[in-house]
């Protein structure tokens, strides 16, 4: 007798992983949209849900909620796409060139490079987030862990300026670390881009002798 059996189909679990990241990515972008055109409240989950082209279970299945959708759009924000959120910062290529630069000037131009694109990026994210926070706790904790984050990050940048021996004498690395949360802060972006209507390249370039000239020695001795 003949086996008319067909053979089973080997199960291919990469093409269900595709599918999942790519709607995961649509979804986190459509969540940012949604909350830049309609704010925090306006942005339900139905219409980010439409706006993604997936079945609203799909949303509440990609984050915690709307604040959890925030979080990760922020976090997609910063890192310049949803794709390269899950990526160290410290393996990123803008934070990677910033480490390896040997020179400690060009090290603080280099990272005061990096500020225009996050703040141009984010910084409408984070208005919403300022907006909805003043009455949502979650939204609060999240705004508090955002900057807690951002000044982890920059203190380990701190140590390492301290390690290569090149901050100015009087600057402790904790003092080095407040320095750079403070000028690069985006109240300082909003100010001097937003509304005094500097352009990206002056930003940059003041916040980098800025950092300069408050973080190293002056004329290069210590």
């Known amino acids: 007798m003949l086996d008319n059996t067909r053979p089973k189909r080997r199960y291919d679990a990469s093409n269900r992983r595709v599918r999942a990241s790519e709607n995961h990515a649509r979804i986190i972008d459509a969540a ?50 949803v794709q390269r959120a899950d990526v160290p910062v410290e393996e990123r290529d803008a934070i990677r060139r910033v480490i390896d630069e040997p020179d400690p000037r060009r090290q603080l131009h280099a990272y005061a490079a990096t500020q225009p ?72 972006f909003e100010a001097l881009v937003t509304t005094r209507g500097w352009s990206l390249s002056e930003y940059r370039e003041w916040l980098g002798e800025t950092l300069s000239d408050a973080l190293l020695p002056t004329g290069g001795h210590r």
């Not at 055109?37 to 279970?57: D, M, W």
């Open 32 to 81: 940012a949209t949604m909350f830049l055109k309609n704010g925090y409240v306006g942005a339900t989950i139905p219409a980010i849900a439409a706006h993604a082209g997936v079945a609203v279970e799909t949303v509440y299945r990609a984050a915690p909620g709307k604040a959890g959708l925030l979080a990760a759009a922020v976090q997609a924000a910063l890192a310049g796409g």
């Open 117 to 188: 694109g996050v703040w141009s990026r984010v910084g409408p994210l984070l208005r919403v987030l300022d907006e909805a926070a003043a009455g949502d706790d979650e939204l609060a904790k999240l705004r508090t862990a955002h900057e807690e984050q951002r000044h982890a990050g920059l203190h380990r940048f701190a140590e390492l300026l301290a390690e290569r021996d090149v901050l100015r004498t009087d600057i402790t690395t904790d003092r080095a670390a407040d320095i750079l949360w403070t000028l690069c802060a985006q109240a300082t």
